[in-house]
């Protein structure tokens, strides 16, 4: 839209500076006609294969009329000055008035979720207020929403064949004042005929567009508000525990009062209160949760919007308030309510991972169900499902144990010997080294781990976890002898590492350590020299 304002006004604004300097006409209006041409090619709808040739065949015509344009400012100003800038005044503002609305409703809706969000668990009547102020508003964006799409389309779909008619009126004038370019006109003339007709049967494919996309629109709202309805019944009810009649009461009265226009009957909310269990089988889910972050001045609440896939739940964009995106692994999660002492507000529940620990807040309680329900579905499949990379090694890990602790212990059967058969599975031992080479594949991944923390040997075969790093089997003596209380040395390819051991080491990484630990370390400083002087001096 912004593009076609400016072309049009850049015509109009070439077609008066033509009628004021003449004495410059011949390079004004090449230019004019190059502008015509710009517009026609990029703005002009191309459904219609003739109005390319057309179109090309009026402006070729133009060129040839350089010479011979003194007389026709009035004209040109009458039929196409003057509607151009009707059209801009007054259709084109009126899509942007429709834009402003969309907006502003967007804006109002988003606020009203902000004040529901802080309300207090006792709050009861204003969140009953409020709660009627979001079903108007959100009913105000999806009303703006779709009148600024209809405007827009009706623009978009109305530019074409009224460019067309101007530039029609446009060739007529130069027809009407020289007749010196009666042939060029006479050429050009059928061109402008087929044009008419294209005109008009564009014209009516937009009017007939306009008709459907309105009565699909009243269907549309209508659909809409019986849902929002539903769900403002179902707040009443769950939420703010009023009985079915008078939930169902309230939310008809507030139709009647503010939305008389669309016609929704009383017995289609009888089963507004169906409960909308999720099936185990449903793994996924987005949408916008508050998400809490604690800092030196108490809590600040971010609406973000999260997204559960592939046993991963992520936040999917990031604000300026938090600018690294959200990630939790579901393999070490667990979801709960929110309890009294978490927090004062409504619809609040936890996802807790051995490293961190989300609060987050729905918008009602049957929304907070349902991601609950989710998350613990995709919580129970990336347990249970040995497909992912991470349950292969858990699995591994399981059997690998267990093998070693029955092999350990003396049974009275330890004398028989049984062969395994060729429909039994792979090994333990031969499954273990499998996960113990994609464990250090994965480690090595992380920036810094392809060499020793300390000294910068390759390749190194140890981890220290509580520091999260990976060191060699020199500087691994030295760390042991510092004790487990200041790092817990583990091999990556003897022990068995825990989940939320590697989930850390994958966090942390040898440049993020180095880069905490020997911040303030000089950049001459000589690990070797000091190491001397401290040990063997």
């Known amino acids: 839209m912004q593009q076609l304002e400016r072309q049009m006004r850049k015509i109009c604004a070439l077609c008066e500076e033509r009628e004021a300097l003449a004495q410059k006409d011949r390079q004004l209006y090449n230019e004019l006609i190059s502008e015509f041409e710009f517009f026609l090619k990029h703005e002009v709808d191309t459904e219609e294969p003739s109005i390319t040739s057309l179109t090309e065949v009026m402006t070729t015509g133009l ?3 350089v010479d011979n344009r003194e007389r026709m400012f009035e004209q040109i100003k009458l039929g196409m000055l003057q509607p151009l800038h009707h059209f801009l005044d007054h259709e084109l503002e009126q899509v942007k008035t429709t834009q402003k609305t969309y907006h502003k409703a967007k804006a109002d809706s988003l606020h009203v979720v902000e004040k529901l969000s802080q309300c207090k668990r006792h709050e009861i009547t204003g969140m009953s207020e409020l709660s009627l102020q979001l079903f108007d508003s959100r009913y105000a964006l999806h009303k703006g929403a779709c009148a600024y799409a209809i405007d ?12 067309l008619q101007k530039l029609v009126d446009f060739m007529t004038s130069q027809l009407s004042y020289f007749h010196l370019g009666q042939v060029t006109i006479d050429d050009v003339r059928p061109y402008m005929e087929n044009t008419y007709t294209i005109m008009e049967k564009l014209r009516s494919k937009a009017s007939l567009h306009d008709a459907q996309q309105r009565t699909q629109t009243t269907s549309l709202l209508g659909e809409v508000l019986l849902v929002r309805a539903k769900d403002l019944a179902n707040f009443h009810t769950h939420d703010l525990h009023f009985n079915t009649d008078t939930a169902k009461s309230t939310v008809m009265r507030h139709l009647k009062e503010q939305h008389s226009s669309v016609a929704v009957e009383e017995k289609e909310l009888d089963n507004f209160d169906e409960k909308m269990s999720i099936p185990p089988n449903i793994l996924t889910k987005s949408g916008y949760l508050w998400y809490a ?20 739940l992520v936040s999917a964009e990031s604000t300026a308030k938090i600018r690294v995106p959200i990630s939790l692994n579901l393999n070490l999660c667990s979801v709960k309510p929110a309890q009294v002492t978490d927090t004062e507000r409504n619809f609040c529940f936890k996802v807790i991972s ?23 579905n995709a919580i129970s499949h990336a347990l249970h499902c040995p ?8 699995f591994t890990n399981l059997a690998s144990t267990s093998s070693s602790s029955s092999s350990s212990a003396p049974t009275s059967s330890s004398t028989h010997t049984s ?5 039994s599975p792979i090994p333990p031992v031969r499954r273990k080294t499998k996960s113990k080479v994609n464990v250090t594949k994965e480690l090595y991944a992380v920036a810094g781990n392809e060499a020793c923390a300390d000294c910068g040997n390759t390749k190194p075969k140890w981890a220290s976890i509580n520091l999260g790093v ?10 042991r002898s510092l004790g487990v209380y200041v790092s817990q040395v583990r091999s990556l390819t003897l022990d068995t590492l825990k989940p939320e051991w590697l989930e850390k080491l994958k966090e942390f990484g040898n440049k993020n350590s180095n880069g905490i630990y020997e911040k303030n370390l000089p950049e001459d400083f000589d690990r070797g020299i000091y190491c001397v002087c401290t040990y063997y001096m």
């Open 419 to 423: 062969l395994p058969s060729s429909s």
């Open 387 to 394: 497909s992912t990379p991470e349950k292969e090694r858990t």
């Open 63 to 65: 060129r040839q009329l």
């Open 152 to 163: 827009l389309n009706h623009l978009h779909a109305k530019k074409t064949p009224d460019f």
């Open 293 to 312: 972050e604690t800092k030196t001045f108490g809590t600040h609440w971010t609406r973000l919007f999260f997204c559960i896939k592939k046993d991963m």
């Open 354 to 376: 051995p490293i961190r620990s989300l609060l987050l807040q729905a918008e009602s309680s049957r929304d907070m169900q349902q991601w609950m329900e989710v998350l613990q």
């Open 470 to 479: 990976l060191v060699c089997i020199e500087c691994s003596g030295v760390h």
